[in-house]
């Protein structure tokens, strides 16, 4: 066990169909199935997720870090990104799961990357 809890974002159907609406025109429409198949697994600080307080007020101090690493995932160009994005953008936008148990199964080494959005 390692001493950090986990956030998946689930996307809504507003960042679906943004990510429809801003994809090349030749690309079939995905599905909320097909954006939610391979998530993005944030790890974060163990006590932000204690506490379903704890975790709410990590969320909502870290959410516009989140919400532009999502976005960059699909479009990189910040152009196309929506101008508003608020807390209350980003909770119509993203269903927020809190994991606090994460196992390391292997005992490879962790290679760190620098994580900008």
Do not use: C
Request: charged residues 30%; proline residues 7%; glycine residues 2%.
């Amino acid at each position: 066990m390692i001493n950090r809890s986990a956030i998946v974002l689930r996307a809504k159907p507003p960042m679906i169909k943004w990510i429809n609406k801003t994809g090349p025109d030749d690309s079939p429409p995905l599905s909320k199935r097909d954006v939610n198949r391979d998530r993005t697994v944030y790890l974060i600080s163990e006590e932000a997720g204690e506490t379903e307080e704890a975790f709410r007020e990590w969320v909502k101090a870290n959410f516009e870090t989140l919400f532009e690493a999502e976005l960059m995932g699909w479009i990189t160009d910040p152009e196309f990104w929506p101008r508003s994005r608020t807390f209350a953008v980003f909770t119509k936008w993203f269903d927020v799961e809190m994991h606090s148990v994460v196992l390391d199964t292997t005992d490879d080494d962790f290679v760190q990357y620098a994580f900008e959005p």
